[in-house]
């Protein structure tokens, strides 16, 4: 592996500087002139992919610094290092252990992009270390672990941000905005959708881990598998040991906008329709899938997910859409229109720049809307956009879509708990197994 040191040394780069009441100083010591009180040093942890729109989100504040890259494969962080200098103009420290990151005092926040079996363990180990939290969505593996997580917020009083970046965005803020004014009526249904074409995953062979990866420390909370050449570094979603398939992966930011905007948390009853359609692989959950979330309030969410098979040649691939008795409102990351009853379209608004809605990096300026409103949070003790507490619940949503399908029936849920009234089986996935010394605590 490519040491910083060593990956400075052969990289060139000039210091840049700015000019402060007639001082010439070098930006590297510019946000500590700024204020130190405000100055955050963050460590993203789990660098592959979705950590580069965090980067580059955190790159965006100019009193903010990373400190750290951590992930298990040296691979990964080679890559990482490089990508660094061309994107931000600095290597930060390289860590393969997220341990002694959050020993580092320096550390003030932690960005989480890691497989979700390791979001919740991580997230609570952090703010046990004094550190606040961004953690990408879903933010748990299972229910357990929102507990988890929503009790250890409210010990360790750290700031948590969940990944769920359409929450900072300026035209959903302004759809959600309208619709508590009434400019669609009553609302009474959410339908969120999320359409793509992947492909098969193959039938893994197992073969010897690479010498590059921790595959150990990979696996950490979830209990040991064999390693095979079709899990890391990203299929690992669509095994149940460590992912929790494509209703959390992508239905948890289409859901919990719905939620948003129809106003409810829990429902009272969850059912679900779905199967594995496409390919004969190692995919361990449906590929394509209806969900429906009815709440107490004659208010009800769907999702359709397809995974694997575009939805529609027409259709954007993912999107919203609030029904409310005098109209409907159309949103996506970028965009917000408003419909009356008969299909005519009354107000679009825009966002100013596009975020990117089915790659893997789902990069855009609603990272750093997101992300800033994570340090106006840590700075200015703001109201966060998707705070844990609240975050959960959306992530609640989508593992009962997931116990429903498992289950087959129509699950009725307790509406202030989430939990499951009338299948004691399916309840039995409520925790995971953990790997001995490695289960969450307070």
């Known amino acids: 592996m490519t040491t910083r040191r060593n990956f400075i040394k052969k990289t060139t780069a000039g210091t840049a500087v700015v000019t402060l009441g007639g001082l010439v100083l070098p930006t590297s010591g510019y946000a500590n002139i700024l204020g130190a009180n405000d100055h955050i040093n963050c460590a993203v942890i789990g660098v592959r992919s979705r950590a580069k729109a965090h980067v580059k989100a955190i790159h965006k504040d100019p009193n903010a610094k990373i400190l750290y890259s951590c992930d298990v494969d040296d691979v990964i962080l080679e890559e990482h290092n490089k990508w660094c200098q061309e994107n931000i103009g600095y290597v930060p420290k390289v860590e393969k252990d997220f341990r002694k990151v959050l020993e580092d005092k320096d550390v003030d926040a932690v960005f989480i992009a890691t497989p979700e079996h390791w979001h919740a363990p991580m997230a609570i180990m952090a703010m046990q270390a004094g550190k606040h939290v961004y953690v990408e969505k879903p933010c748990s593996h299972n229910p357990h672990e929102n507990e988890l997580l ?28 309208d619709i508590r004014g009434g400019i669609i009526g009553e609302v009474y249904k959410g339908e969120a959708y999320y359409s793509n074409n992947r492909g098969s995953i193959g039938i893994g062979n197992k073969i010897d881990v690479p010498k590059t990866l921790d595959w150990e420390m990979w696996q950490g909370p979830a209990p040991r598998k064999d ?41 009272e009853s969850v059912t679900s329709f779905g199967g594995k359609y496409t390919f004969d692989d190692d ?12 709440f107490t309030n004659d208010r009800f969410i769907t999702w359709t997910g397809h995974s694997r098979g575009v939805m529609k040649p027409e259709r954007p691939g993912r999107g919203i859409t609030i029904y409310g008795s005098k109209g409907t409102i159309q949103l996506d990351r970028n965009f917000y229109k408003l419909y009356d009853l008969q299909g005519n379209m009354l107000k679009s608004d825009f966002e100013k720049s596009e975020s990117a809605t089915t790659n893997t990096r789902g990069e855009g300026d609603l990272d750093v809307s997101h992300v800033g409103n994570f340090f106006d949070a840590i700075r200015k003790d703001t109201s966060l956009h998707a705070e844990i ?18 289950a087959g029936e129509t699950l009725k849920v307790d509406s202030k708990t989430g939990k499951v009234l009338n299948n004691a089986k399916i309840m039995e996935n409520w925790k995971r197994e953990y790997q001995p010394g490695w289960e969450p605590k307070l």
């Open 283 to 294: 995919w361990e959950f449906v590929d394509n899938q209806q969900v429906t979330f009815k």
């Open 227 to 267: 390693y095979k050449d079709n899990i890391h570094p990203y299929n690992w979603h669509w095994f149940r040991n460590w992912g929790t398939g494509e209703m959390h992966n992508n239905g948890t930011h289409e859901v919990d906008i719905c939620r948003w905007a129809l106003g409810v948390d829990l429902p």
């Open 389 to 406: 507490k609240d975050a959960s619940i959306s992530t609640m949503l989508c593992h009962l879509g997931n116990m429903a399908q498992d």
């Open 150 to 177: 929503v009790a250890a917020q409210k010990k360790y009083g750290k700031k948590v941000q969940m990944g769920n970046q359409q929450r900072s965005a300026r035209t959903s803020i302004a759809a959600i905005e």
